[in-house]
């Protein structure tokens, strides 16, 4: 591999990384993504793809991952054509409501109790006694107490999305390097300047490392983390590489 700097290396071609790589290629920036393995390969394969960030309790309008979740779902508004339009690749995105169902008259008021509150978040949010529930949904069983409506949570094909994100992505410049592992954070005094691969060192002015388990050059990385040239890296007993 030949030497090259970065604007941004991203470590992990899940949908996190893909994501994160098709944005910021995007916006004109020098993008490396790497995998140890393929695009999709591991838990992006198998993810649901749920797109319902309402749950059975009363929703916490303040917190942070609430709204977070809102932010998400409308922000695939769009998003299957466009992303159609630019890779070609249907992202499966289904636009057909979703049912939370009670099965008992405890379940019935616990959901029926949360409706004013996500009817706030959610416009559109409707109860179904149980006949109107079955009559919608067939297999569901005919002892139903009823079900709650929700007509814009959705559900997407992770995978394809993953696909579509890292296709885009290239198409905008960022350079795919597919089964290319990455060993350890490269220091440069106290800050991170670049990643070691199995195929040689990469430099970059930040680094985003979608998912690692276990210290790195004594960084600790068990979610999603940025690193970048100025952030302090408390790694002084371990190999430090200019």
């Known amino acids: 591999m030949q030497k090259e700097v970065y604007d941004v290396v991203v470590v992990g071609a899940g949908i996190v990384g893909c994501s994160v790589s098709y944005h910021l290629a995007k916006s004109g920036?020098?993008?490396?993504?790497?995998?140890k393995g393929g695009v999709a390969g591991e838990?992006?394969?198998?993810?649901?793809?749920?797109l319902a960030p309402l749950g059975d309790e009363p929703p916490d309008q303040a917190h942070p991952l609430q709204?977070?979740?809102?932010a998400a779902l409308r922000y695939y508004d769009g998003l299957d054509e466009q992303l159609r339009q630019e890779t070609g690749i249907d992202i499966g995105l289904v636009k057909v409501p979703t049912l939370r169902p009670a099965f008992d008259e405890q379940g019935s008021?616990?959901?029926?109790?949360?409706?004013?509150?996500?009817?706030?978040?959610?416009?559109?949010?409707?109860?179904?006694?149980?006949?109107s529930a079955h009559k919608l949904e067939p297999s569901l069983p005919?002892?139903?107490?009823?079900?709650?409506?929700?007509?814009?949570?959705r559900n997407v094909q992770a995978a394809q999305?993953?696909?579509?994100?890292?296709?885009?992505?290239?198409?905008?410049?960022?350079?795919?390097i597919?089964?290319?592992?990455?060993?350890?954070?490269?220091?440069?005094?106290?800050?991170?300047?670049?990643?070691?691969?199995?195929?040689?060192?990469?430099?970059?002015?930040?680094i985003v490392w979608q998912r690692v388990r276990g210290p790195h050059n004594g960084i600790r990385v068990d979610q999603p983390r940025l690193f970048s040239r100025s952030?302090?890296?408390a790694a002084r007993d371990q190999t430090q590489v200019a």
């Open 29 to 35: 920036l020098k993008v490396a993504l790497l995998d």
């Open 43 to 50: 838990a992006s394969q198998a993810a649901a793809g749920m």
């Open 67 to 70: 709204q977070l979740g809102m």
């Open 109 to 131: 008021t616990r959901l029926q109790a949360s409706l004013a509150q996500q009817q706030q978040l959610l416009p559109g949010l409707q109860w179904l006694e149980g006949s």
């Open 142 to 153: 005919e002892t139903v107490q009823g079900a709650l409506l929700s007509p814009y949570e």
């Open 161 to 176: 999305l993953t696909l579509a994100y890292a296709r885009g992505a290239v198409s905008c410049g960022a350079s795919l």
């Open 178 to 206: 597919e089964g290319c592992p990455v060993g350890r954070l490269i220091l440069q005094g106290q800050r991170v300047v670049g990643v070691e691969t199995a195929q040689g060192a990469l430099h970059a002015e930040a």
């Open 231 to 233: 952030e302090n890296a």
